[in-house]
């Protein structure tokens, strides 16, 4: 790929990138949130149009306007969030738009036996006959793999693939990826994680700000130089808590106070009365962060709402600084006491119709000095509003220019914005750096240390391990809704917390 | 990512002058090209067309007659925009303004017929306070139907519309049947039940002020208060309200209910105050235009009373067409379908 | 009720099911690939009036079902050109559709015929009997003794269910109203299914529109629709959205509608209006249960854009 540029609106997504991927390698292409990278590769696999630029295979100029092209030259992409259709069979799934024999009347025994070939071949285990919606991530991941290598791709591109995968999970995925690699396919491997990038890849290309910033072998590669390279200078990698080598970022809790957080045995049913979350207990107490550990679905979602009245337990108790969440209105929670960093952004947490004000002040609409005697004062929200904007660095026009105006990035500052914004006993904030770049990460990091230094508590709720382990004190870890055990940090181990995340403790 | 100074909302009389001509500028544009699409097939058809856009533009103008007629259209008009544009703002479509105003003119005229010997004082607000509440009943079927079951609230609203015909047809043929028409129609409701006149001759009622009032309260209710700023991030985005702790499923509810009731109260002063009774058929196509105005306002309650008045003046003008030109009425229906057209096309072009 | 009188009860709630059955279907194949009609009622009155009008001027009842076919599809055309290509709101835009519809069957019927004291009237379709099936004892009789467009809506609807079900195209298709982006990134035409089926389901409409005044009416009258356009929403829902459970569920539809209608000539102590109102009452009540259990199809309603990036 040859001087891409891409530009959504007036944002310059990417800036002139140049990319060379060799047969038979693994090529990591790392950077931070907004480096660029997902959007170079949707530029490949025919999902973006580029503004310019040209993009060459086997020393051939090809045209790609769209995933049928790139599917034809022998692409495949395997996307952050899967792209599959959930009521559809896994076999339904992957042979979604693939010329079928009989195509009037759907024969797709021949196909099954494809895909249990290919499943054979790369150690990808899958059931052909299962439901999509049953599975868990691990079985989907290898579905969208799958998807790939039934049309006979020679380039597979994957999008942050481990988010979801326990290390054990991660450990296989690579191995299948290491067969692909040694029968002549490549393969490019997008993450922000750099000790995946140097356990995994044969080279390696860092982005920055939608520019091409190196390209290395492994064996010329060192974590240090990677690390300046992602973040350039606009960080100071030596202070930096991102990147901190050092075992405590700060100092212990103090355990014999009263938690602000308690949760007793606490049970959330669904709506097939299965539970959800099952006979949790769980504090909190002040100057601490507890990390939650597991794959997404586990509960996660669950544990949060209920801690903000918005699921009611079927049993068990859940105070705050002594407040009973049952016997009081969310909206008053939020007043004093909890600050929420929703799990999904777009789906939780914004309103893109609304004004930036408007979405600034979610949830403190009935407090002072926003409101009085139920009328809005909106002098004094815009002046907070611009206030906010400042401090967080959220690019807009202002507090009244339109949501939908904002990108992810500053949609997720408006999120960090709003839940800092009033002080509270408890934040409980769900993947808070997600879609982040590293400066922005840090900022969030150190808000969070910040509550705590201040005597707050934390639940930071997170499907970044590194995350957790860089800032908890304790980790507790989900598995089915249940805590299948809490760690705290001088017992942290990445691969006993893998196998809390798979159950392997509950289950055996 | 470099950090941009946030520049400060543009402030100053000069600044907020543009901001307000660069809105009403797609608007215009989209007011021209209607009438210049639809002269031009008028123009095909044989007809004068330069007679026909002074028509249907001045006949409010021309006479104090046509302008008390324009009034007395926007006043439902008005209220169905609100009934429309109120459960709107929580992302609800009422589609049911037509049968909510005719449970509203049922309820008044029934109030007003059987207690019509109480004096003005009394009868007056009861019959308005029965066309609000029987507007509220009607809109809080299809709201319960969404709070209970999901019920798709636009399927409902509109179902609802054709039992209330029925209904009237009921009322005004079993019920309270003036024999002396031959148009179903009931008997006329009690004089302390009408509307006191602000002018007698052409005769002007006072529910003009009474909506104008309405619309204000709607307005802050809606743009001012900490409740209307629920209702509106509701709309906005529900999942984000209840994660916030806003009660979503009751806003729903509540949107519907006052939809129904503003609804509800334009079949009372249609009653009170233009026929004096329950006709069939009264509710003519305001529900059908106050959808097109909330649209076309884009569900800004401000503007509503602004486009309301303009759709008056031209139906005003439509019907003063049929009857000098024999143009149909239902073309300036299209004229008014083809702006709400241009006014949302501005928008995406906008964007780009 | 005799056996001749059965057997006459059923025949007409097979023909009161087609406009049921066309505009149903027609609002589930949009719904399929994502593009939900809210305009069912405004297409209808248009259909029904250029349909009667072309098979007036041309004394021709095929070229009326045609031309309604034709207008159909440009409303539908016109639907999938401002959700899909401007990705308008879908609600508002089938609105401005209904509203557009509505006041133009009236204005064309006026311009082509005027104001006239007897109204203009075309012949109703005839009933083709199909040899040997019409035979079979009561069923055949039901079922094989129609008009065409009855034998139509069993083709269409049995097609429908076919093609989505049976075919690898059906597979792509359902696709596009449950994840856009992932039919797109397997190269599966979005924007082309999407446009084909809501003019298809455009052209449905129109077809059902027509029907009714070659089957009731024999002319075109302003009330002539009464509602059915958004009964048939109620019945794609009714139906889950699948053509099999839609034609069954039409059955309902029409069974009540010439119940009402029966009740009412035959007479009885309640009141006309209460008769009127059944339809709309029973297919409320019907819903109620259904709308906890039906699965739409999982895009309903929305636009897809590629390169969006951040889909809410």
Redesign the interface.
């Known amino acids: 790929m040859q001087a891409v540029r891409k530009t959504f609106g007036s944002v310059v997504a990417l800036n002139e990138v140049n990319l060379h991927i060799n047969r038979n390698e693994i090529h990591g292409l790392l950077g931070g949130n907004g480096a660029g990278k997902t959007t170079l590769m949707n530029v490949l696999y025919g999902l973006y149009k580029p503004d310019s630029g040209q993009i060459r295979l086997d020393g051939q100029p090809v045209e790609i306007h769209s995933p049928r092209d790139a599917i034809r030259q022998g692409i495949g992409m395997v996307h952050q969030h899967f792209l599959q259709v959930d009521t559809y069979t896994v076999l339904e799934n992957i042979v979604l738009g693939t010329a079928i024999k009989n195509r009037p009347t759907m024969q797709l025994a021949e196909a099954e036996q494809r895909v249990k070939a290919l499943s054979d071949q790369f150690g990808l285990t899958v059931k052909p006959q299962a439901m999509l919606e049953t599975l868990p991530m691990g079985a989907r991941q290898r579905v969208e793999i799958l998807k790939a290598l039934y049309r006979g791709i020679k380039i597979l591109i994957l999008d942050e693939p481990t988010t979801n995968l326990t290390p054990q999970e991660v450990d296989s995925l690579f191995e299948s990826l290491r067969v692909m690699v040694s029968q002549g396919m490549s393969v490019v491997f997008i993450t922000h994680k750099l000790g995946e990038v140097m356990s995994a890849c044969d080279r390696i290309t860092v982005l920055r700000e939608g520019q091409s910033v190196l390209t290395l072998d492994r064996a010329a590669a060192s974590p240090e130089s990677l690390v300046q390279a992602m973040v350039g200078d606009e960080l100071d990698v030596a202070d930096s808590l991102l990147f901190s080598t050092s075992k405590t970022v700060s100092d212990p809790p103090d355990r014999t106070q009263p938690p602000i957080l308690a949760m007793d045995a606490v049970t959330v049913l669904g709506d097939n009365r299965q539970p959800l979350l099952e006979a949790c207990s769980l504090a909190v107490y002040p100057n601490e962060i507890v990390g939650i550990a597991g794959v997404a679905g586990n509960g996660q979602r669950e544990l949060a709402e209920s801690i903000l009245g918005l699921q009611a337990p079927s049993a068990g108790r859940i105070s705050i600084a002594g407040t009973d969440v049952a016997q009081t209105p969310t909206v008053k929670l939020l007043e004093k006491l909890v600050s929420y960093i929703p799990e999904d952004r777009l789906q939780d947490g914004f309103l893109p119709s609304a004004s930036v004000g408007q979405n600034l002040i979610l949830g403190r609409h009935r407090q002072e000095p926003y409101s009085k005697n139920g009328f809005l004062n909106w002098p004094v929200i815009n002046r907070a509003a611009r206030r906010l904007i400042g401090e967080y660095k959220i690019r807009t026009l202002g507090p009244d220019d339109t949501g939908a105006n904002l990108s992810g990035g500053n949609i997720q500052r408006v999120m960090i914005a709003r839940a800092f914004s009033f002080p509270a006993q408890l934040v409980v904030a769900h993947n808070p750096t997600q879609g982040l770049d590293i400066p922005s990460i840090e900022f969030v990091f150190s808000k969070l240390l910040a509550h705590k230094a201040a005597g707050g508590a934390t639940l930071l709720i997170s499907e970044n391990l590194e995350e957790l382990l860089l800032l908890c004190d304790r980790i507790a870890t989900l598995y089915r809704g249940r805590i299948a055990g809490i760690l705290t940090r001088d017992e942290f181990d990445k691969y006993e917390i893998g196998r809390l995340m798979s159950g392997a403790r509950i289950d055996s | ?1 470099a ?2 100074l ?4 543009p402030s100053g009389a000069a600044t907020r002058f543009k901001q307000i001509a660069d809105q009403l500028l797609p608007y215009l544009i989209a007011v021209v090209v209607a009438f210049i699409v639809i002269g031009l097939v008028i123009g095909l ?1 044989g007809f004068d067309v330069l007679t026909a856009y002074r028509t249907i533009l001045f006949t409010s103008f021309k006479s104090k007659n046509g302008f008390v007629q324009t009034l007395l259209k926007f006043v439902p008009l008005l209220l169905q925009a609100l009934a429309f544009t109120v459960p709107l703002a929580a992302g609800k ?1 009422n ?1 049911g303004g037509e049968g909510q105003m005719l449970m509203g003119a049922i309820g008044a005229a029934i109030v007003g017929i059987i207690f019509a010997d109480l004096p003005l004082l009394i009868l007056l607000p009861l019959v308005l306070l029965a066309s609000v509440l029987f507007g509220a009943l009607w809109g809080a079927i299809p709201a319960w ?1 969404l709070y ?5 609230e ?3 609203t ?3 519309n ?2 209330s ?3 009237v ?2 009322v005004a ?2 019920l309270f049947r003036d024999p002396a028409a031959g148009h179903p129609t009931t008997v006329p409701i009690g004089a302390g039940g009408e509307l006191p006149l602000l002018i007698s001759s052409p005769p002007l009622h006072s529910g003009l002020i009474l909506a104008i009032l309405v619309a204000a309260a709607v307005y802050i209710y809606t743009n ?4 209307g ?2 209702l ?2 509701t ?3 529900p ?8 009660p979503v499923r009751r806003l729903f509810f509540a949107s519907l209910v006052i939809g129904g009731m503003l609804a509800g109260l334009s079949g009372g002063i249609e009653v009170a105050g233009s026929h004096h009774r329950l006709i069939e058929g009264m509710q003519s196509n305001y529900l ?1 235009l106050g ?2 105005i909330g ?1 076309i306002a884009k569900g800004n309650n401000l503007a509503v009373p602004f486009v309301a008045f303009f759709i008056a003046i031209l139906e005003v003008g439509a019907s003063a067409m049929q009857r000098t030109l024999l143009i ?1 009425g ?2 300036v ?2 004229v ?2 083809l702006i ?2 241009f006014v ?2 501005s928008d ?1 072009f906008k964007k780009r | 009720m005799d056996q001749a009188q059965l057997t006459n009860f059923a025949k007409l709630v097979i023909l009161a099911m087609v406009p049921y059955v066309l505009a149903s279907q027609g609002t589930m194949l949009g719904g399929r690939t994502g593009i939900f009609n809210v305009a069912q009622e405004g297409i209808m009155l248009v259909g029904a009036s250029v349909g009667f009008l072309a098979a007036y001027l041309s004394n021709s009842l095929l070229v009326g079902v045609l031309a309604a076919t034709l207008v159909g599809g440009v409303f539908g055309l016109a639907l999938a050109y401002f959700t899909t290509t401007l990705r308008m709101n879908q609600f508002v835009i089938g609105l401005a559709l209904f509203f557009i519809g509505l006041a133009l069957s009236t204005l064309l019927f006026k311009f082509a015929i005027g104001v006239t004291l007897r109204p203009p009237l075309v012949p109703t379709l005839p009933n083709i009997a199909i040899p040997g099936l019409a035979q079979i004892p009561f069923l055949g009789e039901v079922l094989f003794d129609q008009n065409w467009l009855v034998y139509f809506t069993f083709i269409v609807s049995a097609f429908l269910y076919y093609l989505l079900y049976q075919t690898s195209f059906g597979l792509e298709l359902r696709a596009v109203g449950e994840n856009p982006k992932a039919a797109d990134s397997l190269g599966v035409n979005v924007t082309l299914l999407r446009y084909g089926t809501a003019i298809a389901g455009g052209m449905l409409m129109g077809i059902a529109g027509a029907y009714l005044p070659m089957v009731y009416t024999g002319t075109f009258t302003e009330g002539i629709v009464q509602g059915r356009g958004w009964l048939a929403i109620a019945l794609t829902f009714f139906g889950g959205w699948r053509p099999d459970f839609i034609f069954l569920g039409a059955l309902f539809f029409a069974g009540v509608e010439v119940l009402a209608l029966r009740v009412q000539v035959i007479g009885s102590v309640v009141p006309y209006q209460i008769l009127l109102m059944l339809p709309y009452i029973a297919t409320i009540l019907v819903m109620m249960p259904a709308f906890k259990g039906v699965r739409a199809p999982a895009f309903l309603g929305q636009n897809y854009d590629r390169e969006k990036r951040t889909q809410v």
């Open positions: 990512m950090l941009e946030t520049p400060d909302a058809m479509f589609i139907l209970q079951f999901n019920m798709n636009i399927l409902t509109v179902l609802l054709f039992i015909f029925s209904l047809d009921y043929v079993e001012k208060t900490s409740a700023y629920e509106v991030v709309g906005a985005n999942r984000a309200a209840g994660v916030f702790g806003i059908l959808i097109i649209l149909p239902e073309m229906f299209i008014e379908a709400l057209l949302l096309l995406v």
